[in-house]
């Protein structure tokens, strides 16, 4: 007697459903088999009643019977074959419903300005549409980028990310389209660039803003055309990709200045989205506190139980400039150094005081505004009119980008000046 094994093991726990087939080996002529089956099991699928099923084994043993009807024994297999093909249908269905409760796990909060920009992703997320994420940094842009890439049908696909404002203006084309062997100096073989290895999935393009003029001319032929060519190439490439952008910039007023194109803006946004700011979501500093506590806590090997009272006080009354990512890195430093089971944080760690001992409505008006203008308009000279990136005049202030650019427009100072000096 030949023995041959065909089964099928299917369970969930508390996250999951999980479905795990072993050994499959199909028998096309249907030999004759005798089937060893968990009755009970077996009548809860037959009433569809799948969430009664913790475990299906099915067992088969191929049997040389002459005397046996081998068509009893094939219509049992392919009653075994719908059950299998009918739980892994519902395990799919499991799995999408898992994904909907956990695509936000990074994303921590229940405030409302978050669950506005939740309800938008998940809007998106389904659609071709090019996004355009918009917030000061330390926000969460990317995490929001990947939630909308993981509820999207490319979900399975890659997703590619580039910081754009890290790489140079003169490797950039290089590294978002690839380049031809001998292209330039250097190129000592042919490459692929980020859009090639993203195809079929997104490519999230950070600090889109920086990209110098001739690669915006490329990326915008990426959008319009959906074709692009690698650096030193003579034939187009296809791109079956879709674009999500971000940036800390009013690109509005990038535009007005003229250092980003008009027709870039208006297809990069096609949905434009835009994180909040943890000022603007104070209620959930405590989940944070409590979500990065734990974190690192367990990271290191320490139990915190709580956070001291007067900590909670100072992170709450806190503007956090640097937002999330301000708070994670204080977060972090604290439970490194906490000796005890209570987190306690240095205020002089924070590198502003706190708005309640911080109003900043007077700064705008009177003879302070005249002394915020000659502050700006000195770290414009000194960065050559450059606002965002390392060496930007935003980084010298000490404020995001975006506030320095609103705050440029309402000043009335044009950066075009300091550019060209």
Not at 137 to 162: C, D, M, N, Q, Y
Not at 228 to 242: A, L, W, Y
Not at 282 to 309: C, M, N, W
Not at 392 to 397: D, E, K, N, Q, T
Request: charged share 25%; net charge neutral; proline share 4%.
């Amino acid at each position: 007697m030949t023995a041959s094994n065909d089964t099928g093991v299917v369970g969930w726990g508390a996250k999951g459903s999980h479905v795990s087939p072993q050994g499959q080996n199909e028998h096309q002529d249907f030999s004759p088999m005798r089937v060893e089956r968990d009755e009970q099991l077996l009548v809860a699928l037959r009433e569809r009643e799948p969430t009664a099923v913790k475990h299906l084994h099915v067992v088969a043993h191929a049997v040389h019977d002459d005397a046996t009807d081998g068509t009893e024994y094939a219509d049992v297999h392919a009653e075994i074959q719908a059950l299998k093909d009918r739980l892994q249908s519902e395990n799919i269905v499991l799995r999408e419903e898992i994904d909907k409760i956990s695509m936000f796990e990074e994303i921590v909060g229940v405030s409302p300005p978050l669950r506005t920009v939740l309800s938008q992703v998940s809007q998106v997320a389904r659609t071709e549409s090019t996004v355009l994420i918009t917030g000061e940094t330390g926000t969460g842009k990317e995490l929001i980028a990947r939630a909308i890439h993981k509820r999207s049908p490319r979900a399975a696909r890659a997703f590619v990310a580039v910081n754009c404002a890290a790489i140079p203006s003169s490797l950039i084309a290089s590294e978002l389209f690839g380049h031809e062997k001998g292209a330039f100096t250097g190129a000592l073989q042919r490459r692929q660039g980020r859009f090639e290895l993203a195809d079929g999935g997104t490519i999230f393009l950070d600090e889109v803003g920086e990209l110098p003029a001739e690669t915006q001319i490329m990326l915008l032929r990426v959008l319009q055309e959906r074709e692009f060519e690698r650096v030193g190439g003579c034939g187009p490439i296809r791109t079956n990709v879709r674009v999500i952008a971000a940036t800390n910039r009013e690109l509005q007023a990038a535009v007005a200045d003229g250092s980003v194109r008009p027709d870039l803006f208006y297809r990069l946004a096609v949905f434009p989205l835009e994180v909040p700011a943890l000022r603007e979501r104070r209620s959930d500093i405590p989940l944070l506190v409590e979500y990065f506590t734990h974190r690192y806590a367990k990271r290191v090997g320490k139990r915190i139980r709580r956070v001291a009272q007067e900590t909670s006080k100072l992170l709450q009354s806190y503007d956090w400039p640097g937002n999330i990512r301000e708070l994670q890195n204080v977060i972090e430093r604290a439970v490194i150094l906490c000796d005890s089971d209570t987190l306690s944080i240095d205020a002089r760690w924070l590198s502003a005081r706190p708005l309640a001992t911080a109003p900043v409505a007077s700064l705008s008006t009177g003879t302070l505004a005249t002394h915020e203008k000659n502050a700006v308009e000195a770290a414009l000279k000194d960065s050559k009119g450059r606002v965002a990136g390392p060496f930007g005049a935003a980084v010298r202030l000490g404020v995001p980008a975006s506030t320095l650019e609103s705050k440029i427009k309402a000043l009335k100072i044009d950066k075009q000046r300091f550019k060209l000096a």
